[in-house]
């Protein structure tokens, strides 16, 4: 069995500028670290927010870079530089609204402004790709509630093997 290959894309213009330092890659990989115990290979990047540019990374990683799921995180809200969910448009295939729905509603739980992110999933050839928001907190709340959903999402799309600790994330395979 190869090993998943997870592109992690933080979308910030200050982290991008080394203005902050990114607390949001280093979450979702923590986080990933935790979860999945089948062999991994994380490859993370920060770019600034914008249509074009976070395209062109989604299509570098799912083209050319060989990932089995990209995670995103942040660009997602109503600020004027906030078009990661634009980006998502231009190059995802087939979106799957089940996965932004899930992560706004356990996200409303902490706090009313979850509905202000336009989180989302997509999958362009064999690659997944989720957008999660850019707060470092919503990233351990949003990959909870629906990683569970993913390895098998990746089994039926063709994509790379993934198991996880079921101590940390249930995923759930429907039996055959
Ligand atoms: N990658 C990150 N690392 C650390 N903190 C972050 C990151 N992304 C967002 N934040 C924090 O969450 C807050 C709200 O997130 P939001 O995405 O709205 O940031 P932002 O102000 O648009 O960031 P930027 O201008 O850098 O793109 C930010 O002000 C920042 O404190
Ligand atoms: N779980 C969780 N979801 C959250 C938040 C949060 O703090 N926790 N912040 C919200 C806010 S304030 C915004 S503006 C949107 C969009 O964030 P983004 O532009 O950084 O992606 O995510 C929302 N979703």
């Known amino acids: 069995m190869t090993a998943a290959r997870i592109a992690v894309l933080t979308v910030s213009d200050r982290a991008s500028r080394g203005e902050y330092e990114d607390r949001g890659g280093p979450a979702i990989e923590a986080w990933l670290r935790r ?19 976070v395209a062109g990374a989604f299509r570098r990683w799912a083209d050319e870079g060989g990932a089995d799921l990209i995670l995103a995180t942040g660009g997602t809200g ?48 064999k690659t997944l790709i989720i957008t999660l928001p850019g707060k470092p907190s919503a990233i351990d709340t949003c990959l909870n509630a629906v990683f569970p959903a993913v390895p098998y999402c990746l089994d039926l799309m063709g994509a790379g093997w993934i198991e996880t600790d079921p101590e940390v994330c249930k995923a759930f395979r429907p039996a055959k």
Do not use: H, N, W
């Open 35 to 53: 979860a999945v115990t089948s062999e991994l290979e994380i490859i993370r990047e920060i770019v600034p927010d914008g249509r074009e540019v």
């Open 78 to 125: 109503p600020s004027p530089r906030d078009l990661t969910p634009e980006a998502m448009e231009d190059v995802a295939e087939r979106v799957f609204p089940g996965f932004g729905e899930l992560m706004r509603a356990v996200s409303l739980r902490e706090v009313p402004t979850a509905i202000l992110s336009r989180q989302g999933a997509g999958t362009r050839g």
